[in-house]
C-alpha cells in the first residue's frame, strides 16, 4: 500500500465525527420475590417499566419497622398462588440473557 492512501485513510478516519459510545444501563436496584419456597433475585427495572403496580410499589416509603417489602432475601415480595416454574419462566422472557 502507498502512503498517499495510508494518509488519505487516517484522515478520513479521523474527521468522521465523535465516537459514539454506549450509555450504561441503570438497573435501578434488585427486586427480590419469594414463590413457592423459592426467592428469586431480579432487577427490578423491567418490572417497574411494564407494571403500574410495581412502579408505585417501589416509591413506597419504608414500613414503621424500617423494612421495605423486596428490598433483601429476608423481605421478599411474596407471590402466594403462583409456580416457581412460570416465575422462572417469566424471568427469562424478561431478563433472556441473564437467567440460565
Known amino acids: ?8 485513510a487516517s484522515h ?3 474527521s468522521s465525527g465523535p465516537v459514539l459510545r454506549p450509555q450504561p444501563i441503570r438497573w435501578g436496584g434488585t427486586i427480590f420475590f419469594k414463590v413457592e419456597e423459592i426467592v ?24 414503621s419497622d424500617g423494612t421495605v417489602e423486596g428490598r433483601d432475601d429476608e423481605h421478599p415480595i411474596l ?22
Open 40 to 63: 428469586f433475585e431480579a432487577p427490578r427495572f423491567r418490572f417497574a417499566e411494564h407494571s403500574e403496580v410495581f412502579e408505585t410499589m417501589f416509591h413506597l416509603p419504608a414500613g
Open 1 to 8: 500500500m502507498s502512503t498517499a492512501s495510508n494518509e488519505s
Open 79 to 100: 407471590l402466594e398462588g403462583y409456580q416457581a416454574t412460570h416465575f422462572n419462566s417469566l424471568l427469562k422472557v424478561l431478563y433472556p440473557a441473564s437467567v440460565p
Open 12 to 14: 478520513a478516519t479521523a
